[in-house]
């Protein structure tokens, strides 16, 4: 079993809609949990952290942490062509962040 | 505020030559990692260092990679005796000791071994 679990997809939402991205983990230890978009050619950029059980908004951006059953997922509300990317979930394990295989994530106009 | 820095940014290296990765961290980070990025895939954690010191190696491999971070200086990841192989993206990332607020990422190498 993989530490981190992601469904590579392609995910395809229309414009405006709400792209819900997943993420499994294995650790039931971990503590922190991120969410990095990276553009095709470019490097990982920092979206979210979370490490509290619920949700977590910022902008059109919620995450969302289950412990018990060790998911994350991330919401992205008003879908833009902007967001289209792949996005990549990780979770501390030890000292260092293991990062999931990531999901590309398709916005059509 | 300069980001985390990597160069160079390509680096094209002939099979057995070597290839040395620069990274300098953020300002006020002395955390650094190396990852590893094949086309299509995700990160692969390398290497976590502090000043002159490997914390964690535990995804290099055992042969031709090294890596350090000295007192003075950027930190290098070394690829000794290149094979098509170690062709892929090295992103270097940087953190601060005293909060858990995730990685910043350097716009990392692209190594091609030809």
């Known amino acids: 079993q993989k530490e981190v679990e992601q469904n590579s997809g392609p995910l395809s939402v229309p414009e405006g809609a709400i792209a819900s991205l997943n993420c499994t983990y294995s650790?039931?230890?971990?503590?922190?949990f991120f969410w990095y978009r990276q553009y095709s050619g470019k490097s990982p950029e920092l979206i979210m952290f979370i490490y509290s059980n619920g949700d977590k908004e910022d902008g059109r951006f919620t995450a969302q942490l289950n412990k018990a059953s060790q998911y994350v997922s991330l919401l992205i509300r008003d879908s833009q062509p902007s967001d289209s990317a792949t996005y990549l979930c990780?979770?501390?394990?030890?000292?260092?962040?293991?990062f999931g295989q990531g999901t590309r994530l398709t916005i059509n106009p | 505020n300069a980001g985390v820095m990597q160069n160079p940014r390509h680096l094209v290296r002939r099979r057995g030559q070597e290839a040395r990765l620069r990274c300098s961290p953020m300002?006020?980070?002395?955390?650094v990692y190396w990852y590893r990025q094949l086309p299509e895939e995700g990160l692969k954690f390398m290497v976590y260092l502090q000043k002159e010191n490997i914390i964690d190696e535990s995804g290099m491999p055992k042969e031709r990679f090294s890596a350090e971070f000295p007192k003075e200086g950027p930190s290098i990841l070394r690829i000794q005796q290149v094979v098509r192989g170690d062709s892929a993206a090295y992103f270097c990332?940087?953190?601060?000791?005293?909060?858990?607020?995730?990685?910043?990422f350097g716009s990392g190498t692209r190594l091609t071994v030809v």
């Open positions: 990332a940087s953190s601060r000791p005293d909060r858990d607020s995730g990685y910043t």
């Open positions: 300002k006020g980070h002395s955390h």
């Open positions: 990780a979770v501390r394990v030890s000292q260092k962040l293991v």
């Open positions: 650790d039931r230890g971990s503590q922190s």
